[in-house]
């Protein structure tokens, strides 16, 4: 005679759902708080990428203008400005070019990018600043050639594409070449370089 199999109970099945519904609620919380953290990790050495991009582009003349200057016109020119031979410049990855809220430009030698096209780099944007803490401009046109650079200095801020999804914090880096952070909240991200010293207004020094 062939024995039976017994199945399982509607209370051992109800039992089971319930301990993976626990298991769920401990883990997923944690795998998010481990995501916005390896993105604001990434986003930290993204800032110390500019930073150095920066100083490269300043002692190379990358632009051949003819001065020892920054570029302070957008992100994404550290990869589609075009030297004298019309070549793109590619000085970071396109991931981090296209992580330029203001847009990829008409004027890079990137065709096959549509102008104004943007993703998030690890959840986060990337943009120049615009104003240092005494009032005055990054984004100088000595040359007159449309494009904007300082001649001693500037800044970037780096901000979570979804504030409380991808990250929680904005970091900012300028000349000096350290990283600063801030919770962002609901406020939109600073274009403005806080004060000399950052950390009078709120921003921790991470690096």
Sequence with gaps: MQRRTRGF????????????????AVA?????????AANEVSCQSTMKQLATTEQVWRQTDSDRNGAQ??????VAG??????????????????????????WPTYTAAPFLLPGIVSAKSGFYHSVMTTNETGNPYQLDPDGDGFMTHPTRFAFCG???AYGVTGVRQYIINEEGVVFAQELGAVPPTTVWPASDPTTLGWLAVE
Excluded: C, Q
């Design 9 to 24: 109970t509607l209370v051992e099945l109800m039992l089971v759902v319930a301990i993976i519904a626990i298991l769920a």
């Design 28 to 36: 997923v919380p944690s795998l998010f708080r481990s995501k916005v």
């Design 69 to 74: 200057d920054f570029w302070t016109h957008d």
């Design 78 to 103: 550290f990869y589609g400005y075009r030297d004298a031979l019309g070549v793109s410049l590619k000085m970071v990855d396109i991931n981090l070019a296209t992580a330029d809220p203001a847009g």
């Design 159 to 161: 901000y979570p594409a």
